[in-house]
């Protein structure tokens, strides 16, 4: 009978066949933030509700509409992370890692939960890896860990992958942008579509990514966040961008890129993949210079990226791959089999993988079991003490004498 259950919308179980693929990922992730110094840190599933609303915005998307949010037996509110910045900011103030020289390099890696419409990309527990690098300004900071997140997808395989980069200045400087750009939308509001029309003041950045041919024709001439940063907003952004060049990571200046997190300043980008469809972005991040200070913490710039391993998976295209095995244990009789299982593990132990059957079948069965699993050798036990030795690939078999199975077997 099938059974009734069925994981919750938007979620997905991990098979051993897809397991392997995402392993891959975060194996090669932490090699590539290893070598730069990044060191792993992990925090609880969930937190307290608040510190979501303050660190990633009252007003934004995943506050307003994302959060799975509950009451604990205490009646205490908690949430599930819908994201990983603001408690490993949390976790910096709460563990004194202000006294530590500066800059903290960390990254991470976990599930995440957000109730979003589910669709391909798009699911309600995602995972992602991340870095952060909490305490510099330093441009080069924002050129390491773009430069992290360009070398991972690099070496990952990724295809097709391009960098957008933008800057949104300091909160100040945005207040002022966002009052010219609603002067400019004003000044223009016969031609917009209606949706944008009403939110002139709630959400003004959003006129950039209207479908209709009105608003996208006000827009080409609408102020760009970009262009309106001044002093040293403006140098530092000239002073990522160069540091970009030097380092031959290409990308593209957009200077409508927004994101849906109220944390960022200044510096922004985003990796997307055109391959993905409606969610085409593979990961992205930003500064965050006053978010610790938010959190109560003294005045703390950092900068940081998540990207999506389910994005990451699924740009890549990966087949469901199943790993070989060095060598299969065969046992004739079942006279054999102790010796068979006795003999894999010595196999397992000089660092070989091999299996034997488990299940009872008969030697022709447990031949093609051994096909089935990818084993690429067979050492087949007899009852008179010989062995044979089966190549799997050319199907030749021949004798051999099965005390000396591991050097025949090259361990
Ligand atoms: P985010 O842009 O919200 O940033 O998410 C980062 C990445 O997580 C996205 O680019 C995407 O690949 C993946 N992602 C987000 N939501 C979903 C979903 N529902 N299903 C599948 N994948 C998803 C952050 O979370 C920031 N904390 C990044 C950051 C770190 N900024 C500074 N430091």
Known sequence: MASKFQAPRGTFDVLPEQARGRARVQRVAAEVFARAGYE??????????????????RSTDIVVKEMFTFEDKGGRSLTLRPEGTAPICRAYLEHGMQKLAQPV???????????????????????????????????????EVIGLLSDLLAELGVPGVELRLGSLGSPESRRGYLE???????DNEGDLSQDVR???????????????????????????????????DAEHFA?????????????????TLV????????????????????????????????????????????????????????????????EGRDAFVAAATDEQRHRALALAAELRNAGLSAEVDLAGRGLKGQLKHADRIGARRVLILDDDGTAQLRDMDSGEQRPVDPGRALEELGA
């Open 180 to 186: 010219e750009l609603k002067a400019h939308l004003r």
């Open 105 to 143: 390099k960390l990254f991470y890696a976990g599930p995440f939960f957000r109730h979003e419409r589910p669709q391909a990309g798009r699911y309600r527990q995602f995972h992602q890896i991340g870095v952060e690098a909490i305490g510099t300004d330093s441009p080069l900071a924002d050129a």
């Open 259 to 322: 994101r849906g997190l109220d944390y960022y300043t200044r510096t922004i980008f985003s990796f997307v993949c055109e391959g993905l469809g409606a969610q085409s972005e593979v990961g992205g991040g930003g500064r965050y210079d006053g978010l610790i200070e938010q959190l109560g913490g003294p005045p703390t710039p950092a900068i940081g990226w998540a990207a999506g391993i389910e994005r990451i998976l699924l740009a890549l295209g990966e087949e469901d791959a199943r």
């Open 198 to 232: 009403e939110r002139i003041e709630i959400n003004p950045l959003r006129a950039f990514d209207a479908d209709d041919v009105g608003t996208q024709e006000v827009m080409r001439t609408a102020p760009t966040i970009v262009e309106s940063l001044d002093g040293e």
């Open 40 to 57: 792993p840190i992990a925090t609880p599933a969930f937190e307290d509700t608040e510190l979501f609303v303050r660190g990633v915005g």
């Open 239 to 255: 002073e990522v961008r160069a540091l970009l060049d030097a380092a031959g990571i290409a990308y593209e200046i957009d200077p």
